[in-house]
Nanobody, 123 residues
Framework: QVLLVQSGGGLVQAGGSLRLSCAASGRTFSRYVMGWFRQAPGKEREFLAAITWGTGLTQYVDSVKGRFSISRDNAKNTVYLQMNSLKPEDTAVYYC????????????????WGQGTQVTVSS
């Protein structure tokens, strides 16, 4: 079993920054892919970024490249999503997730999910 506990998020003005954290526990994660997703009201859950825990290989959706950065701290078993130059359209509930499959951006491939955290960007 994998437990993912998120922290961070909140209200920020457009152009500001936030960092989300996702602390993982319960298993060895070296072969897992950790992903960040978001879901706005009335919209499907959207892939943002992922990192392979063991290698550090990352991937991003085009809409956040250059603004969002995913990283991990092996010692703390924690994955981060640094979000810069935030826009009102970034407003959503953000989720971290863990998958045993590599190179995947599909929510269905992620077996474990954090509790979600609200990010609101005001204009």
């Amino acid at each position: 079993q994998v437990l993912l506990v998120q922290s961070g998020g909140g209200l920020v003005q457009a152009g500001g920054s936030l960092r989300l954290s996702c602390a993982a526990s319960g298993r060895t994660f070296s072969r897992y892919v950790m992903g960040w997703f978001r879901q706005a009201p009335g919209k499907e859950r959207e892939f943002l970024a992922a990192i392979t825990w063991g290698t550090g290989l990352t991937q991003y959706v085009d809409s956040v490249k250059g603004r969002f950065s995913i990283s991990r701290d092996n010692a703390k078993n924690t994955v981060y999503l640094q979000m810069n130059s935030l826009k009102p359209e970034d407003t959503a509930v953000y989720y971290c997730a863990a998958s045993g499959l590599v190179n995947t951006n599909k929510p269905v491939d992620y077996a474990y999910w954090g509790q979600g955290t609200q990010v609101t960007v005001s204009s």
